[in-house]
């Protein structure tokens, strides 16, 4: 059985640190990997998907990496704003055949100014 | 221009009520899901339609009855609603290209609060 775990539960940095997230999943077998951003009282906006190929991918100051025989992915946040705080969910598809997201325990951000 | 919208925002009701929860996106895709979210901020998948046909039916009670009028559109009646429905409610869609790449695109939940 599939279970993601994320670490930390929750994060507080002051303005301008670099950061990582960790997301770690107990079967290597997925087919892809999205990380997503909840702000309170929101949905879901997606950030980033890595296909299980991929070792990893960018989008502005978010870059997301992939250790799929490790079970891990990293969301490194770069120069971090109070605007990113929000709760960081990651998610892993099982596989080809199914379209099935199994959820992380998530990671509450808060950046302070 | 909003992608995936979910009515209402937010549902009070009272134990043993049946309520729906609505669910359109206008971004073409084929595939629609319903999500729970529990208190304690985890979020599991209940359902998923392609083309209006159940792909994927989770261990939910069979109080909960989704139904798809056409593939822009997921609806989720609750029967006889309990304590333990409280959560929040998100839809999602995605496209299904033979299994390709298919971000999902979450709605922004309906909070529902059973007394």
């Known amino acids: 059985k599939q279970e993601v775990t994320q670490i930390p539960a929750a994060l507080s940095v002051p303005e301008g640190e670099n950061l990582v997230l960790n997301c770690s999943f107990t079967?290597?077998?997925?087919?892809?990997l999205q990380w997503f951003r909840q702000d309170p009282g929101k949905g879901l906006t997606s950030l980033l998907l890595i296909q299980s190929s991929q070792r990893e991918q960018t989008s502005g100051r978010l870059n997301a990496s992939l250790d799929k025989s490790s079970g891990r992915s990293t969301l490194y946040i770069a120069a971090s704003q109070p605007g990113d705080s929000a709760t960081y969910l990651c998610a892993v598809r099982r596989g080809y055949n199914t379209d099935k997201l199994i959820f992380g325990t998530g990671t509450r951000l808060q950046v302070f100014p | 221009d909003t992608a995936v919208s979910q009515t209402p925002k937010y549902l009070v009701t009272q134990m043993g009520n049946d309520k729906s929860i609505k669910c359109e996106q206008n971004l073409g895709h084929d595939t629609m899901y319903w999500y729970k979210q529990d208190s304690k901020k985890f979020l599991k998948i209940m359902f998923s339609y392609n083309n209006k046909e159940l792909i994927i039916n989770e261990t939910v009670p069979n109080r909960f009855s989704p139904k798809s009028p056409d593939k822009a559109h997921l609806n989720l009646h609750i029967n006889s609603l309990e304590l333990g429905d409280s959560a929040v409610y998100f839809c999602a869609s995605s496209q299904q290209d033979g299994g390709a790449y298919n971000e999902q695109f979450f709605g922004p939940g309906t909070r529902l609060t059973v007394l």
């Open positions: 079967d290597s077998a997925i087919y892809n």
